[in-house]
Every structure is written in C-alpha cells, then in structure tokens.
T-cell receptor
C-alpha cells in the first residue's frame, strides 16, 4: 500500500519565522510531488510541484525533494498569520493520481 | 478563465438515499478525478476519468460510480448512503491523464443523517 506520512501538528511558529513541513513516502517509483494548502472548510489549493531532486523556490516557499531518502519538505519563509492552514503533501505513484498525507496543521502566531 | 466548478455546494441526505454530485473541469482539461475527504484526513482517491473512460478506481465500494460526458464534465453517484459517507467530495481536473498537476474545485459537503 502506497503511503504518504506527515506529522499532524499543530506546528506553531511565530510571525516572521521559517516554518518547516516534512513528508515521507513509501513508493520509490513515485514521480511527482505536490504541496497543497487547505484552509478550514475550503478545498486544497496548489502551492508547489516538484519533480526532480533538489530545491525549487517560488516566492516565500521552497520545496525540497530527496528521492534517495523518499523525503519531500516545504519551507515557508517570513511566515504570516495568513499562512495558518493545513498543508497537504501529495505524491503521484502510478495509477492512483494522487496519494495524500493527512496534512500538517500550521499555526503562525502574531 | 473559470476554474473547476462543482454543484451543489452543500447537500443533506438520509441513510439509504442516493446522491449525484456534478463537476465541470477547467476549459481545455480532459481529465477529472474525484476524491473523498473526511474530517481530519487527507483526500482519498475515488475515480479518475480521461477522455470519457475510467482510468483508475480507488478502494471504494460499488455503491460509488461515476461517468464523464463528451464535454468532459463528470458526475459522481453514491447509492445506499451510509453515515460514513458524510464528507467533502472534491473534484480535480488535469489537462491529461497522467501526473499532471491537479486543480481542485470548491467541493461538495455531503451530510448523511
């Protein structure tokens, strides 16, 4: 069974700090990796996608992928209260379009 | 451009009833996937359709069925509703049928009493 693991949190960080969100996955054949943000009662919103080892930066967000360790992370710099949400890690592995983790709840304290 | 649309927004049903949820993908997208998200969990894959054919099915009972129409819109049907079917049902669209980025609609909140 293909699995994606995330710490459920809550992860609390002060405003302006770096938030670090982590995700591990079980299927070594996984090809594509995604981070979604989900506010309470809303649908997931794509933040970043990453396909190859290394870092990918987009504004305040940096995704990091290490396929050898089966690990993907999301860093949020200069965290804002508006970043408070649940962050979902999703992995594409074969026939199932996306396998999601349970999400990490992030709370940014002003 | 309009994003993924879903209807209805909210729905309340009783056990044993049947429900149909609808989804229209982003213009130009040919694939639709359905997910179920219960409170506190990540979305769980139900179905994917691409060019009107089923491309994948998750671990859900036969009470769940879906189809895709020539205009690429899709319906998800759930028969003999159970209390445990209460969830947020999400539709996502992609351009193709592979590992393309999926864009989610607003979801349909189903409550089964």
């Amino acid at each position: 069974q293909k699995e994606v693991e995330q710490n459920s949190g809550p992860l609390s960080v002060p405003e302006g700090a770096i938030a670090s969100l982590n995700c591990t996955y079980s299927d070594r054949g996984s090809q594509s990796f995604f981070w979604y943000r989900q506010y309470s009662g809303k649908s997931p919103e794509l933040i970043m996608s990453i396909y190859s080892n290394g870092d990918k930066e987009d504004g305040r967000f940096t995704a990091q992928l290490n396929k050898a360790s089966q690990y993907v992370s999301l860093l949020i710099r200069d965290s804002q209260p508006s970043d408070s949400a649940t962050y979902l890690c999703a992995v594409y592995s074969g026939n199932t379009p996306l396998v999601f983790g349970k999400g990490t709840r992030l709370s940014v304290i002003a | 451009d309009a994003g993924v649309t879903q209807s209805p927004t909210h729905l309340i049903k009783t056990r044993g009833q049947q429900v149909t949820l609808r989804c229209s993908p982003i213009s130009g997208h040919k694939s639709v996937s359905w997910y179920q998200q219960v409170l506190g969990q990540g979305p769980q894959f139900i179905f994917q359709y691409y060019e009107k054919e089923e491309r994948g099915r998750g671990n859900f009972p036969d009470r769940f069925s879906a189809r895709q129409f020539p205009n690429y819109s899709s319906e998800l049907n759930v028969n003999a509703l159970l209390l445990g079917d209460s969830a947020l049902y999400l539709c996502a669209s992609t351009i193709g049928g592979g590992s393309d980025t999926q864009y989610f609609g607003p979801g349909t909140r189903l409550t089964v009493l």
